[in-house]
């Protein structure tokens, strides 16, 4: 459950490509939304809930119809759902919307890889394999070729929760971790800190001490921090794990000793989706990997 704001072993020695299309603000859809490419498999429009156990989904991963802020969507008509595919004898997933702007974020369709602790609640983490893992002793990569058409504002961003404990997690939220690889329209929350560069790409770093619940489901506060990659990095692979460093090494602002991403952090999921504030898209994703490896 994102919120805010309008605003490893080695991978696959075959890195795989990404297309990101997309057409202009004011240009007019091909459809209204847009269409996925492929044979539709398998879909969902009800909030919440998750496509698991699908061929064309990696390993422990799902695709899930989030609609954590919909409460504050502006008027209008609406749709969204998440979906599996055939795309020409592929096996792909994605999501669709169509959204009035509104005037913050309102939804974010995504892949799940892991569990994340809203989902969890205050379950241990027992899931085994990867996940759980500590930044401190492991590293994180990610490889991905995706597609996406759209109009309006939104991004396409990478998500992390860190908790202190795996026991608890949702009781003891660290931060919110989000890799923006493209946005249209959108700033992050809090301020910005400085740059960090990972795989020749440099990504501003914004980082807001007190992030909080805009939907009201909760009373927690958090660290958020955002790397936004200038310019965008439509193409995997991409390691996390210097910027995971960053995060390590440097306080939260304001709270001097205090570091952004506590030395024994635990993060037990992997995301990736669309934040959405209004207009129409489809995102396809033909392939996703990640990897966690000791350091």
Known sequence: MTTHRCR????????????????SSGGTPKTD???PHGRIEQATTEAWQLIRNHPSLPDGCAVQDNRWNEVHASAG????????????????????????TSVDVVTYPELICGTKPWDLGNGAWSMGGALPFQPKTHALAVNYHLASESTGTHNLVFSLWAVNDPGAPLASLADEIMV?????????AGSRQGTVQSGGTTFDIWVNPAQHDNSGGTTATWVYAAFLARPPRVTGPLDFTPLLDWLRDHDVPGSRGQR???DGA??????LGTEIVGGAGVVEVTGFDYQVSPR
Do not use: N
């Open 260 to 262: 952004i991403l506590p």
């Open 266 to 271: 635990w993060i037990g999921s992997v995301e």
């Open 77 to 100: 008509t609406h749709s969204q759902r998440v979906f599996v595919e055939d795309l020409d004898g592929r096996k792909a997933f994605g999501w669709q919307w169509r959204w009035p």
């Open 8 to 23: 490893a072993e080695a991978l696959v020695a075959a890195m795989m490509a990404v297309t990101c299309a997309r057409a």
């Open 33 to 35: 939304p847009y269409a």
């Open 180 to 188: 923006w690889i493209d946005d249209v329209g959108m700033t992050p």
